[in-house]
T-cell receptor
Framework: DGGITQSPKYLFRKEGQNVTLSCEQN?????MYWYRQDPGQGLRLIYYSQIVNDFQKGDIAEGYSVSREKKESFPLTVTSAQKNPTAFYLC????????????FGSGTRLTVV | GQQLNQSPQSMFIQEGEDVSMNCTSS?????WLWYKQEPGEGPVLLIALYKAGELTSNGRLTAQFGITRKDSFLNISASIPSDVGIYFCAGQLRDNYQLIWGAGTKLIIKP
């Protein structure tokens, strides 16, 4: 079955550490996205990528970094510069240039300890 | 960033009641989408709307694409306990196909 997989489901980070969240899709989608969701809040765009080796900042990119070396993969690194990283992180993908909406992964919950 | 105006923010209803929520914007959208998110999971697409005035159903859910292309609504008839969750609207822009999101409507069903 095609889908989008995020791992791990739960992640704990010590203050000052960088952590990387994985996102892999086998839908053959060109575009991939990272969102942050805080409790009781909507979705805020962190980064997005329309094609391999290219990505753009979203609304809240500070303290985060991404790479897009393969079409299937779009990992997100939460750096120590992100002062309030505890949140639920969602990865999504879509067919570039088509209005079919996004397919989401099941999310990673990151907690700073 | 740009955001849609989604209302209500939350709803407390009795099982069996009908539910209505809507999204409005000052922008014109090419596509309207409605998603449902259950706790600890990613949003799942419920209904996609592609044409102004379009009315589309998915079981007990019905959604409409506003005539002005600036709004949409979602109705749920005869709610059941598994309808609980957060419902998000999203508008898709023609120029870059990016999604603009509403803040969500949390649906809670009173026992």
């Amino acid at each position: 079955d095609g889908g989008i997989t995020q791992s791990p489901k739960y992640l704990f980070r010590k203050e000052g550490q960088n952590v990387t969240l994985s996102c892999e899709q086998n839908l053959n989608h060109d575009a991939m996205y990272w969102y942050r969701q805080d409790p009781g809040q909507g979705l805020r765009l962190i980064y997005y990528s329309q094609i391999v080796n290219d990505f753009q900042k979203g609304d809240i990119a500070e303290g985060y970094s991404v790479s897009r070396e393969k079409k299937e993969s779009f990992p997100l690194t939460v750096t120590s510069a992100q002062k309030n990283p505890t949140a639920f992180y969602l990865c999504a993908s879509s067919i570039r240039g088509r209005d079919y909406g996004y397919t989401f992964g099941s999310g990673t919950r990151l907690t700073v300890v | 960033g740009q955001q849609l105006n989604q209302s209500p923010q939350s709803m407390f209803i009795q099982e069996g009641e009908d539910v209505s929520m809507n999204c409005t914007s000052s922008s014109i959208f090419n596509t309207w989408l409605w998603y449902k998110q259950e706790p600890g999971e990613g949003p799942v697409l419920l209904i996609a709307l592609y044409k102004a005035g379009e009315l589309t159903s998915n079981g007990r859910l019905t959604a409409q694409f506003g005539i002005t292309r600036k709004d949409s609504f979602l109705n749920i008839s005869a709610s059941i306990p598994s309808d609980v969750g957060i419902y998000f609207c999203a508008g898709q822009l023609r120029d870059n196909y990016q999604l603009i999101w509403g803040a969500g409507t949390k649906l809670i069903i009173k026992p």
